[in-house]
């Protein structure tokens, strides 16, 4: 069976760079692309406010959800507090990881909260840095939110306490000869070239592009396996190999 592709864009929120993501709307809506969109419930963050704040904000949530897009709970106020890397190890920085639980759960429900007030449904937990610990999978399932869209795996599968992981592992389409691959993209900076490029990728991968919710209801229940352990030990050694050489 070929790979599959599911694309992600983070850091959605009223901020964001609009005068790109109008490109990138129209690219997904052109190709029928159902991506998985990374939604901040109530942003802090300086480094995304990229442009003025649009006042219907939510509204937009509310119509991409309505598509059948997916929407996923991209942290609190995307503010790292912490110098923790969390389950995954990507990077020592984290709005969760390593938290008293007091602490985290009074986040998660705020977050919570803001997405019920706007009668917007987290479909995914994905965390700002990628970093988060055990005490915030608990916290997730006791909130009735059972889908992670990050770790390495080669495709999906559910953990002992009942919480399904959608593998996140590119930032960039890659070829792969089967599995589930999540491709996060980052849109806020992007430049004419980076947005030529993803509407060359759409085009080109569009074959083998699917959407969170086949992925959830097409994938049997499976525990992770030793192959999926390697295949995480390899995509972990790659991205900080980048990391070094780019530093």
């Not at 052109?30 to 995304?48: K, S, T, Y």
């Not at 939510?58 to 997916?70: E, F, H, L, Y």
């Amino acid at each position: 069976m070929s790979a599959r592709y599911l694309v992600r864009f983070d850091d959605i929120c009223p901020t964001m760079n609009w005068r790109v993501w109008s490109d990138v709307e129209r690219r997904l809506l052109e190709h029928r692309v159902r991506p998985i969109l990374a939604v901040v419930p109530d942003n802090r963050d300086p480094g995304l406010c990229v442009d003025e704040p649009v006042a219907d904000f939510w509204d937009r949530v509310r119509t991409w959800q309505a598509r059948g897009w997916s929407i996923g709970l991209h942290g609190y106020q995307h503010r790292c507090v912490t110098p923790h890397a969390g389950i995954l190890g990507l990077k020592a920085s984290s709005e969760f990881a390593g938290l008293p639980r007091p602490e985290q759960q009074r986040k998660l429900e705020l977050a919570m909260a803001v997405f019920e007030r706007e009668r917007v449904r987290p479909d995914a937990w994905i965390a700002p840095a990628h970093s988060f610990d055990d005490t915030t999978v608990d916290l997730l399932l006791e909130l009735g939110l059972r889908c992670i869209n990050d770790g390495f795996a080669l495709r999906p599968f559910t953990d002992e306490r009942g919480m399904t992981w959608i593998p996140q592992q590119l930032w960039r389409f890659r070829r792969a000869p089967f599995g589930v691959w999540t491709v996060c993209l980052h849109h806020n900076q992007w430049t004419e070239r980076q947005l030529a490029r993803f509407a060359g990728d759409i085009r080109r991968w569009r074959p083998l592009i699917t959407e969170l919710g086949s992925v959830m209801t097409g994938s049997p229940r499976r525990a992770r396996g030793r192959l999926d352990t390697l295949a995480a030990a390899a995509i972990l050694g790659a991205h900080r190999a980048r990391r070094r050489l780019m530093a």
